[in-house]
């Protein structure tokens, strides 16, 4: 290779050395200036990474040369700076990395050669839970009950910061991964012995694109990818296709970065770009705040792509600035970029695309998304229309099924009541588990409530009885959280008010949402309304959102009320946010308490009023909404350097119920007995060398799914009940239900999570007979010899006869969080082959990574034209130590009455380096076995 390693010189005479991406092109290695931003800074990793051994000259060449139609069949070895936990990803992560450390020690080697080589960041903020709400010890109450629920998880990771040099811990109650990651993990380009770099990373999380917003060059990835990351194994990936998004104009008075993002969401569902990286150039790019791109970028796993790219400029550097970066390191940052010459927004025509889509800004109209799919736009006129439409249309076609007829039915609901703290629980009628909410008369109720019971209450298809302004994508952007304040403060003001039995919660990104909400006068009137500081921490958008009141689930499950909840969070799956709520919308913050006010989701909030003023006149939705410039004048309020400076000092000031947690030592962990934490059987029958691949044969159907199924529907994250497999297990231990907490939680316990695996409440199994009135039995379930029975039974039963399965399925396989679960869970039930349409990117990664087979259907093939009922036995023929990445296999199809047909499926092991972890039987075993050869 050429010499590319250059001087920059820094004020006060300070000198680092880089790798020169113009010093590349210079000496006619490639066209690296009309490379796309994204992937330039990929190719600095390449290029100085590059050891002969895993990195290559032939990968410098290869993505240096990257041709925007070419075809991807170059993987690249991507070496990242850092790794980036959260806690329900990152607890069974470093309980693999334990189990790791004990199958070494038992093979007589030093557990320390198990240890990151990147610094890693676990951030707790998936386990505070919303039980108690619109109160004002809601926060520390809360806490409470979250430090008793999750203590031995809390320990577990203690031992890992004592334990390994390079794994730090962001405590429960500083923020949200991803703001936490934008305003403090990162810190501009990296310096190690005097060389800078780019800032990159993977995530255990799918939202880790967030930080794509500062031009970092990251996303989302399995927690057994990640792994192998922190070890020394380079993420490998196909050369991507890049999609440039020239943004054009300016937002329109009243539009929101909300807005924006569904509407961009929406545009890149629709144009496919799975697996993509998208990158975002033009002036209208250049217009937005480093927020609004973070908006933007977050939602990156919701439109498909593997990134949302936004290059680094002037607005970077004002950011920097403005959340407390030292001096030194925004003069390093400012000046690498310039250096490489990747500094600004780039303008239509200087970079060459795979594909370039247009998006004029000024087309942008409020919006929210949903009910069950975050591309579902829905313009917010036309949200009463569109909820009535989907009311009555089939479930194939995203409705709920119901005849019109009972569109407007309403039903009584006996001793409606608000908030209340968590007693203990039962099940519903729906066989559910459901904290009981004990109501407390003294407590004052939200806003000007003066009332705890109101006998009179009925419930309508379509209120609303949870509104929350969650998750990281919008209370990271301070545009959007001012924006809710002060149209709470309008409302206040006028006398409108949320109904005591509607759930509302504020669950911040981090501690300096709540300072600059409270510095201008914002926090009291969000409280006033019932959204009082509930936690930091993802809460209702990744299930959290607590219980409602006993009354209520009642009145849902007797009546099958189609009820709803608006969120200012990024997903909404079905049974995601609440098992019964079965309407779930994403929306700005604003809008999530506009439409707490009206109670409703079915209303057409430009020509109906929100509620009666103190006057009795109508109030609507314009009379509150505060202007743009009104934003604008308190958005200096929420970067104050000093702030961000003193809030991330110190993680442990203030923290008493983290500080209480004990710390466990030693360098190997003791595995005491523990439901929340036990070691993983991954290693269990770890040999130096792998086994042979060979054909499946004999395999039968586990179950059979449609389209668009999640990880969340593979793996769910939220509570359980005592009939479920789950809830049976801990019963037989001893535990009681009121401490069942969730699956997302209990992580850390396989026997936990293989139980919980495709017991989404709300999956379909197509092997089951659908019901009488034609729609289709839900809950984990499938079938065995004919019979109907759980699918962890069955798959028990087919284990311990020695008959491998396979799952099939839609289009879409896998969407949503990157739950490393739902591929180890489908791997210890046995699964060996998951055939699909199309496979969402991480899920496939994952599978390949815990050694499961991914299949693809060829052309019009699929489970439904192929007529498979469940009974067919089934062979996969072509696989042996010669496999090939995408090659072609015979699925081998043998049904009930001995007609066999061969179809062709093409295996998605899309990379060389993916054959060597399937051969190895997973990733895992695949890098402990380089670990302990001294080969990495």
């Known amino acids: 290779m050429p010499h590319t390693l250059k001087l920059l010189t820094l004020t006060g005479g300070e000198t680092l050395s880089y790798y020169s991406l113009p010093a590349l092109e210079a000496a006619g290695i490639g066209p690296v200036s009309r490379l796309p931003v994204s992937i330039r800074l990929v190719l600095e990793s390449v290029l100085r990474n590059c050891d002969g051994k895993k990195v290559t000259e032939a990968h410098v060449r290869q993505l240096a040369n990257w041709q925007p139609q070419g075809e991807r069949v170059d993987e690249i070895p991507f070496i990242v700076a850092r790794v980036v936990l959260q806690d329900f990803t990152g607890v069974p992560l470093l309980a693999d990395l334990a189990a790791m450390r004990t199958a070494t020690e038992k093979l007589g080697k ?14 707790v903020d998936h386990s505070v839970q919303v039980d108690v709400f619109g109160q004002p010890d809601a926060l520390q109450r809360n806490m409470e009950l979250e430090f008793s629920r999750n203590r031995e998880r809390y320990q577990f990771m203690k031992w890992g910061m004592q334990a390994f040099d390079t794994f730090k811990v962001v405590p429960p109650g500083i923020g949200i991964v991803h703001q936490v990651n934008l305003e403090y993990l990162f810190r501009g380009v990296q310096i190690r012995d005097g060389l800078a770099f780019p800032d990159t990373l993977v995530g255990t999380d799918s939202h880790t694109t967030m930080i794509n917003a500062v031009g970092v060059v990251g996303w989302g990835v399995g927690g057994i990818e990640a792994e192998a990351g922190m070890l020394g194994q380079p993420v490998y990936f196909l050369t991507p296709d890049v999609v440039g ?15 924006l993002v569904l509407t961009v969401t929406e545009l890149l569902r629709r144009e496919k770009v799975v697996g993509k990286f998208v990158e975002f150039f033009g002036a209208g790019t250049a217009s937005l705040s480093v927020t609004d791109r973070a908006t933007i970028a977050n939602m990156a796993p919701e439109y498909g792509a593997t990134m949302g790219f936004f290059p680094v400029d002037d607005k970077t550097i004002l950011y920097l600035k403005g959340t407390g970066r030292l001096d030194r390191e925004i003069e390093a940052f400012e000046a690498y970029f310039r250096a490489q010459q990747l500094f600004g927004v780039p303008k239509a025509g200087e970079i060459d695309y795979s594909k370039t889509l247009t998006l004029d800004l000024a087309s942008i109209v409020p919006s929210l998304a949903g009910p069950k799919r975050p591309q579902d736009r829905i313009a917010l006129p036309a949200m009463r229309e569109t909820f009535d439409a989907l009311f009555s249309k089939p479930v194939a076609e995203n409705g709920f099924g119901k005849p019109a007829a009972e569109l407007h039915t309403r039903v009584p609901v006996e001793q409606a009541s608000s908030c209340g703290t968590v007693d203990n629980q039962r099940l519903d009628s729906s066989g559910l588990t459901r904290n009981v909410i004990e109501m407390a008369d003294n407590r004052p109720a939200p806003g000007h409530l003066d009332e705890r019971h109101d006998s009179g209450i009925d419930l309508g298809h379509g209120d609303v009885l949870i509104a929350a302004i969650t998750s990281c994508t919008n209370t990271s952007n301070p545009g959007v959280l001012l924006a809710a304040g002060l149209l709470a403060r309008n409302a206040v003001a006028k006398g409108l008010r949320v109904k005591p039995h509607i759930k509302t919660s504020l669950a911040p990104g981090s501690r300096v949402v709540t300072e600059y909400l409270e510095k201008t006068g914002l926090l009291d009137p969000l409280a006033q309304l019932g959204f009082a500081l509930a936690g930091y921490g993802c809460t209702t958008c990744i299930g959290n959102s607590g219980d ?29 946010i609440h098992p019964n709520i079965r309407a779930n919308y994403l929306a700005s913050p604003p809008l999530v308490v506009a439409f707490a006010i009206a109670g409703r989701v079915n209303i057409d909030l430009d020509t109906e009023p929100l509620g009666t003023g103190i006057e009795g006149e109508p109030i609507y939705l314009s009379d509150i909404w505060p202007s743009s410039d009104e934003i604008a004048t308190l958005l200096p309020t929420a970067l104050d350097p000093e702030v961000f400076r003193r809030l991330y000092a110190d993680f442990t000031k203030d923290l008493d119920l983290w500080n209480a947690i004990p710390a466990p030592s030693g360098q190997v962990y003791s595995w005491p007995t523990s439901t929340y934490i036990a070691q993983p059987p991954f290693f269990d029958d770890f040999a130096m060398q792998p086994g042979h691949v060979d054909d499946i044969h004999g395999a039968k159907a586990l179950l059979i799914l449609g389209d668009s199924v999640t990880t969340d529907h593979i793996s769910p994250a939220g ?3 005592e009939k479920t497999p789950a809830g049976q297990f801990l019963v037989a231990h001893g535990v009681q239900r009121t401490d069942f907490n969730s699956y997302g939680s209990r992580r850390g316990n396989h026997d936990i999570m ?16 659908a019901k009488p009135d034609g729609s289709r039995i839900e809950g984990g379930f499938t079938l065995l010899d004919g019979a ?6 069955a798959a028990q039963a087919h284990i311990a006869r020695g008959t491998p399965t396979m799952v099939f399925a839609g289009e879409e396989y896998g969407t949503g969080s990157s739950r490393d679960w739902a591929a180890k869970g489908t791997q210890l039930l046995g699964v060996k082959a998951v055939v699909a349409k199309s496979f969402e990117r991480i899920h496939r990664s994952n599978l390949v990574g815990m050694g499961v087979l991914p299949l693809q259907f060829i052309g019009d093939d699929s489970a439904v034209t192929l007529q498979l009922v469940g009974d067919e036995t089934f062979d996969v023929l072509g696989v042996n130590d010669a496999l090939k990445p995408q090659q072609d296999l015979t699925l081998r199809i043998t049904a009930a009455d001995g007609r066999v047909r061969d179809v062709a499926a093409r295996c998605r092991i899309d990379t060389p380096i993916e054959v060597d972890y399937y051969r190895h039987g997973g990733i895992l075993p695949y890098v402990l076995r380089e670990l302990l050869a001294g080969t990495r």
């Open 754 to 769: 293989i139980r919980g695996t495709f017991a989404n409440v709300r999956i379909k199994n197509l092997m089951l007979a």
């Open 719 to 721: 509570s359980f009940a």
């Open 245 to 259: 998004v020239e943004l054009q104009g300016k937002l329109r008075e009243g539009v929101t970065a909300t807005d």
């Open 110 to 123: 030093n557990p320390k050669l198990i240890e990151p080589l990147v610094p890693v960041d676990l951030v």
């Open 788 to 793: 109907q029975t759980t699918v962890y039974e």
């Open 548 to 576: 409602l009141t006993p009354e209520l689930n009642a009145a849902i499950a007797e009546n099958d009320v189609i009820a709803a909840a608006v969120l200012s969070g990024n997903r909404n799956f079905e049974a995601r």
